[in-house]
């Protein structure tokens, strides 16, 4: 990547981040930070697309949030144009469109006359995508002319205000308000003195596209106070215009089946994306904390052992996904490639190991119907292991019962630790945070192995388990996951029949279905 001497100048990429929705983010947008060599963001990005930055990439937050050290505009100028004369690619992230209502024209402006290179990549605004997030749609045919985006930074009463307020309460146009929470009361009432109905469909969007999106419905009369009545805080938007009305039928997001619901994560960072997507996909606000963390095992004697003679096995068993992948690439890493494990027979506990299997262009042999060692001891009942070799390719401390159930069907079984599972002590200060107060804890913990929760315990402190025990409600993947939650006294509330991370979410799924048409029907009953 070019790295620019003195002489050279980097580029500033002005960068809309949409509107909260991670996935509202451009591709444009994304490519460009994947290679940023310093990140300048707000607080209305959303920090999960710092993901996408690499490791060493520098981040500057500049912010205003209360209490919190801000940069004024010029010196945010000012930064932009030192990081230019340092790095190649600068990147500075803003909410929405960098040109609405984001002062993203000023700071290009700055680089202009600082002669410093720069490219606006444009975002999704939240005036057009909180809108549709709320079933709201900024337009439709016969019911208004035009789309108007307000500031409602501005004090509506101040004389020669920047604002046609009679032009705007006489057009028939959606407004939408940007910035507007402060003045909300102003701002309705500076409609209807210059003639719009105090019977005009009005709406507050706070956090749009975001899992605590919240809407309030109302009219110009009556919706400042409504949002007076819930502390309605920024960031939010003010719609006013008869297509608010059509939120009855148009709300999607809403009604998704896990909308609202904080679920925690705490599957190692690589593996958590796959069950937070899934859970993202159903409305949930997915908080990823990994408790754990996938390293080398203490020793690699005994698996060094066995692939030094692999036409040695008869039998070579999976447990887990991370078990087929840690083999495959030490086996790999000795040299040689899947040829050596030619007539080898597998075995795998599951779906998801199967499924790692495939990966590099294995078919286990044995897969039991139901994904624990028990299961795939009975499946070993129908085969003969007398005097066969079993390497079972595995964490460094994991159940005894399979090897030892082996050894007594006559194997010679020899336990390859591939793995080790530790605390992933990076999440400490974040476990912290979250379970300070009760009333920041999620709605639900997932836990998808017995380590999960042993290190998750670890994590928060042994003596809080009692109270967010009480407090959250927990998923386990299965049976011995489960009953290692209840060691540490966990009630499990859902478990599905398939111990898989889709049927994890489905479980999920269905039982906050129940849980709303069980309230719905306790609302008729009293
Ligand atoms: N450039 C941004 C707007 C920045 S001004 C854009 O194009 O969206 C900040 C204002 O934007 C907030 O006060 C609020 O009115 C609005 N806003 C930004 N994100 C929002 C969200 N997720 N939900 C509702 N309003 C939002």
Known sequence: MKSPGKSETGTVYLIGSGP?????????????LKKADVVIYDNLVNSELLNWVPEHTERIYVGKKAGQHTLRQEKINQLLIEKAQTRAVVVRLKGGDPYIFGRGG????????????????PGIT?????????????????????????TGHEDPAKENSDINWKALAAEKSTL???MGVGQLPKITAQLITHGKSPQTPAAVIRNGTLPDQNVLVGTLETISDRAKAVRLAPPALIV??????????????????LFGKRILVTRAQGQAG??????REQGAAAIVLPAIEIVDPESWKSADEVLAHPERIDWLVFTSANGVKRWMQRLFDSGVDVRALGKIQIASI?????????????????????FIAEGLIEAFQTVSLKNKTVVLARAEAARDVLPETLK?????????????????????????????????????????????????????????????????KTACIGPITQKTAERFGFHTTVMPKQFLIPDLVKALVSYEMGAKTRKFQKGKIT
Do not use: C
Not at 106 to 121: K, N
Not at 133 to 138: F, K, L, Q, S
Not at 423 to 429: F, V
Not at 451 to 469: H, N, R
């Open 176 to 178: 939408v308000f940007y």
């Open 126 to 150: 939240a005036g057009a995508a909180a809108l549709n997030y709320a079933g709201i749609p900024a337009t439709l045919r016969g019911m208004d002319a035009s789309l108007t985006f307000v």
């Open 106 to 121: 000023e700071e290009a402006l700055a680089l202009w006359e600082a002669g410093i290179p720069f490219e606006v990549v």
């Open 350 to 370: 599951g779906a998801a190991t199967s499924e790692a299997l495939k990966n590099y262009g294995l078919i286990p042999d044995l897969q039991p119907a139901s």
């Open 274 to 279: 796959s069950l937070a997507d899934l859970l």
């Open 240 to 257: 006013v215009g008869e297509v608010v009305n059509l939120r009855e039928k148009l709300s999607w997001f809403e009604k998704k089946p």
């Open 20 to 32: 909260g929705d991670p996935g509202l983010l451009t591709l444009k947008g994304q490519a460009l």
């Open 408 to 472: 007594q069907m006559g194997a010679i079984v020899t336990v390859a630790p591939v793995y080790r599972t530790i605390l992933n002590s990076r999440s400490r200060e974040m476990a912290a945070h979250l379970f300070e107060k009760p009333a920041a804890f999620p709605d639900w913990i997932t836990f998808t192995s017995s380590s999960t929760v042993e290190k998750f315990v670890q994590l928060i402190g042994a003596e809080k388990i009692p109270q967010v025990a009480s407090a959250v």
